[in-house]
């Protein structure tokens, strides 16, 4: 009696979690796929009818939003990582009495409103704007103008998702043992040698995370699209956004949202295969 | 060895200036290269904060035009957006007590329980978390409209937001749990404590901090979720969609009064929250040692 319920007791605890995400998770993903499949429009209603052209349809019409999708992404990933590595490097290893106060610093942003912040870099690359009039001095904002360009899109993103990066790889960074690289440099490594063969693959697992956590809602993202953006800047989320609330065109934006999750669990799939998988999933959980 | 070690100062005496300020920035290249990163990160908030003391002329708050408190004085006047916030924190409050209470469940599983399904479960606990907001709001939507009901608005937007927070509040309990010293349990159960007792009095209380902190992130992430309330509102508004829907108009300044006191309350909660976790470690230091450690 006293094992069995013992046996039963994790299921007990996990039910409604369990219910919750298969209910309102992975079955919407379903109706979702179902939805991509459909005929018909938002007058006549829609009918389940394995419309497969819907797919080829909304891939041809949005070819161009679906392409900049993950080359605004992409660009956004890098130069994140750009900026911070060395940033994640210096709090972790430079840092001394200020470590804390960075820390607090990488992750501020996020005690403000994601749009407000989005909002506040509509008011800094404003055409008005000093960092505006600056960036047209230097040669940077041809005809005065910054936002409604790919590069203004590209810095929000970059901005919203940097602390994504920093952190992950601020946490491997801090597990590397100093004693590993005074051995490296015991042993006649120069400083960046050292960097190279130690501390660099010892923080793999960090920039794995950064890259995936920044990579995978930068995709997605049609925020900064909307605020930064012009009418050439636009993503695929902006095009799922506008399909599924105002042209109301479900089976085309159901159709771009699977493919959207579909290239990303590729991407993701090859870029771990490529990287080492135990840096996505994390610790595994050992039962005590 | 003395030779070079007096050589040196002479050396270093005779470099030319700018080769000193050469060497000096190379010294410091990545304090000063981090330092711009920082300044990347907080100049937005101070714009925020500044632009809430701006008196512009038209709707559009964009140029400096005089400084006002007027925004401040009548923070609170905008009805719509005052519902909106209302709305908000409706929702978190429901959506963090929920969730928090179904995540640690499961992360109590995941920790105590070793059982058939384990790797699954995980499995879906991480797929959320690594999904698209975008693709999340947009099934859920498809579902919500095949289904027919409910009516889109505040139940589903609860539902949703109860949904995205499950998986944050299992991993940040479940870090908690990992650490946990079992022997207080046994200890209790020892002495005649009922399983139910042991763990309101016991477990529970060790657990604390990983719930709070767990809830804590779960109100944050729906207070501040945007993309997957966009899709399920229906005509509900709250915050961040007051925000998006008044960005074609002008947002008024009194948004940004709004943000610069939520972010002033984060702040504070924050460093509430590791000052009392300072002094618990004190007070633990502080405790006799046991035997062996």
Not at chain 1, 187 to 203: C, D, E, G, H, I
Not at chain 1, 211 to 228: E, M, Q, R
Not at chain 2, 140 to 145: A, G, I, T
Not at chain 2, 277 to 290: G, H, I, K, L, V
Request: with cysteine; net charge positive.
């Amino acid at each position: 009696m006293a094992t069995g319920r013992r046996r039963l007791t994790p299921y007990l605890l996990l039910f409604p979690g369990v219910f919750w995400l298969v209910v309102f998770f992975v079955v919407p993903m379903y109706y979702m796929a179902r939805l991509s499949l459909d005929s018909g429009t938002i007058e006549k209603g829609f009918e389940f009818s394995w419309q497969w052209s819907n797919y080829h349809d909304a891939l041809t019409l949005y070819k161009d939003p679906f392409i900049r999708a993950f080359e605004y992404a992409g660009a956004a990933t890098i130069i994140a990582l750009l900026i911070g590595y060395p940033l994640a490097y210096a709090i972790a290893f430079k840092g001394g009495r200020w470590k804390n106060a960075m820390l607090v610093a990488v992750v501020a942003p996020f005690f403000t409103t994601y749009l407000i912040r989005t909002y506040a870099w509509q008011t800094i690359l404003a055409d008005q704007s000093p960092v505006t009039k600056a960036l047209n001095a230097i040669g940077l904002a041809p005809g005065g103008h910054v936002l409604a360009t790919a590069g203004a899109v590209i810095a929000g993103i970059t901005y919203n998702f940097l602390p994504f990066m920093v952190l992950p790889i601020y946490a491997s960074l801090e597990r590397v043992d100093p004693r590993l690289i005074e051995a490296a440099k015991d042993l006649y490594a120069s400083s960046r040698a050292a960097f190279v063969k130690v501390t660099l693959p010892l923080s793999a697992p960090g920039v794995v995370a950064g890259t995936l956590l920044t990579f995978i809602p930068a995709s997605g993202d049609y925020v900064n699209a909307f605020f930064l953006g012009g009418p050439n800047n636009t993503m695929l989320g902006n095009t799922i956004q506008g399909l599924y609330l105002n042209t109301r065109d479900y089976p085309a934006a159901a159709a771009l949202s699977f493919v959207l999750m579909a290239v990303i669990m590729v991407i993701v799939f090859v870029y771990i295969r490529f990287a080492g998988s135990e840096a996505l999933m994390g610790e595994e959980a050992t039962p005590v | 060895m003395e030779a070079r070690a007096a050589a040196a100062p002479t050396y270093v005496r005779r470099e030319s200036a700018p080769r000193r300020a050469w060497a000096w920035l190379k010294k410091r290249a990545l304090n000063i290269y981090a330092g711009f990163a920082i300044a990347y990160l907080l100049i937005p908030i101070a714009v925020i904060i500044a632009f809430s003391f701006n008196n512009p002329a038209g709707k559009y708050n964009f140029t400096w035009e005089g400084f006002t408190l007027k925004h401040w004085a009548d923070v609170f006047s905008l009805p719509d957006l005052n519902s909106a916030l209302v709305k908000s924190l409706e929702i978190a409050l429901v959506a963090t007590i929920v969730a928090t209470i179904i995540g640690t469940l499961m992360a109590l599983a995941l920790v105590r329980y070793q059982f058939f399904g384990r790797r699954t479960t995980n499995f879906l606990i991480v797929i959320p978390m690594a999904t698209p907001e975008i693709v999340m709001g947009a099934s859920l939507l498809s579902f919500f409209l095949i289904l027919g009901t409910p009516a889109l608005g505040t139940t589903t937007l609860m539902i949703a937001h109860i949904m995205f927070c499950i998986s944050f509040v299992v991993v940040v309990v479940r870090s908690r749990l990992i650490g946990f010293d079992r022997s207080l349990e046994e200890a209790a159960q020892d002495l005649g404590a009922s399983p139910i007792q042991t763990f309101w009095r016991v477990t529970f209380p060790l657990i604390l901090p990983g719930v709070i902190a767990g809830a804590l992130l779960a109100f944050a992430l729906s207070i501040d979720d945007f993309v997957v309330s966009n899709f399920n509102s229906g005509t509900t508004v709250t915050f961040p969609l007051y925000i998006f829907g008044a960005a074609q108009r002008g947002i008024p300044v009194e948004v940004n009064a709004v943000a610069t006191i939520l972010f002033s309350a984060t702040l504070i909660v924050m460093g509430l929250t590791v000052i009392q976790q300072r002094r618990a470690e004190r007070m633990s230091a502080m405790r006799p040692q046991q035997e062996g450690e």
